[in-house]
C-alpha cells in the first residue's frame, strides 16, 4: 500500500523531528527477517528509548536532510530501518549487538552508523555499543575527580599511623633490653 502526499510528508516530518534530537543513528538492511524478530527488535528499542522505524529511502534521505545525520544519504539503500538513539549514543547498537548474537537473526546486515555528523562503517557497531551509559560516563568522572582527594587522605593518615609504629617499635626495644 503507498503512501499519499500528506502520509509522505508526516512520516518525514516525524522522522525529522527525532532525528534532530538524536544522539546517534544506525541504518540497518533487513532483508530476510521475519516479521516477528522485527517485531522483538522493536520491543527491545521501545523499552530503551530507541526510535526504529522502517522508511522509504527517499523519505529517509529527506528526513535526516538539514540534520547532523545528513552524512548517511549515501548508505541509504535497499529496505532499510532505521534506529535513532534518543537517551545516549550507544544505545541503538547496544541493541543491534544483541539482536546480533541470535544466529537467527543473522540476516541483519548494519550498513552504516553516524554519531556527532560523522559517518561510520558498520564495523565500528562494536565500538560504539560499548561507549559507556550517561550514569556510567558520570560514575567514571566522578571516580577520576574523587581519586587524588583519596590519594590525599590517605597520604595525610599515613603520617600519624607511621610515628605510632615508630613509637610502639621503640617501646618494643627499650622493653626488650630491660628484659
Sequence with gaps: MSLNLAEKQAVVAEVAKVAASAHSAIAAEYRGLKVAQITALRVKARETGVYLRVVK??????????????????????????????????????????????????????????????????????????????????????????????????????IPGKLVRTIDAIRQQKEAETA
Design 57 to 158: 529511502n527517499t523519505l529517509a534521505r529527506r528526513a535526516v536532510q538539514g540534520t547532523e545525520f545528513e552524512c548517511l544519504q549515501s548508505s541509504l539503500t535497499g529496505p532499510l530501518i532505521l534506529a535513532f538513539s534518543q537517551h545516549e549514543p550507544g544505545a541503538a547498537a547496544r541493541i543491534f549487538k544483541e539482536f546480533l548474537k541470535e544466529k537467527a537473526n543473522d540476516k541483519l546486515i548494519v550498513k552504516a552508523l553516524a554519531v556527532g555528523g560523522q559517518a561510520f562503517p558498520a564495523s565500528e557497531l562494536e565500538r560504539l555499543a560499548n561507549l559507556p551509559t550517561r550514569d556510567e560516563a558520570i560514575s567514571l568522572l566522578m571516580a577520576t575527580l574523587r581519586a587524588p582527594l583519596d590519594k590525599l587522605a590517605q597520604t595525610l593518615n599515613e
